[in-house]
């Protein structure tokens, strides 16, 4: 019943910007933890972003901070990254992530904390 429906990837040049959307169908959507994960050839898959959309708080791994912006719009159900000043090492195949449930643990960028996720949508940056 869940659906999470990525789009938005494609090819940048380093220093470019893209902004991926999730769209999500099949639960509450404001009640719910949403992140967005990446991952590369031979690496485990890493969180890259996260938010409980009951809250303006958000978390992002070290190595975004200041560059992406994760954002919800709960009318819409939608999640977004916003991606600035994109970097060849963010090259990766991108994954919205939810766990459909109000006690869901905010901040959470652990795979197996999350029980849905998208199809993946590429991003790759080139130098």
């Known amino acids: 019943q869940v659906q999470l429906v990525e789009s938005g990837g494609g090819s940048v040049q380093a220093g470019g910007s893209l902004r991926l959307s999730c769209a999500a169908s099949g639960y509450s959507f404001s009640s719910s933890c949403m992140g967005w994960f990446r991952q590369v050839p031979g690496k485990e898959r890493e969180g890259v972003a996260s938010?409980?959309?009951?809250?303006?708080?958000?978390y992002y791994a070290d190595s975004v901070k200041g560059r992406f912006t994760i954002a919800r719009d709960n009318a819409k159900s939608t999640l977004y990254l916003q991606m600035n000043s994109l970097k060849p090492e963010d090259t990766a195949m991108y994954y919205c992530a939810a766990t459909p449930r109000a006690s869901c643990l905010r901040g959470s960028m652990s795979r197996s904390h999350y029980n849905y996720w998208g199809q993946g949508t590429q991003v790759t940056v080139s130098s």
């Open positions: 938010l409980y959309t009951g809250s303006t708080q958000t």
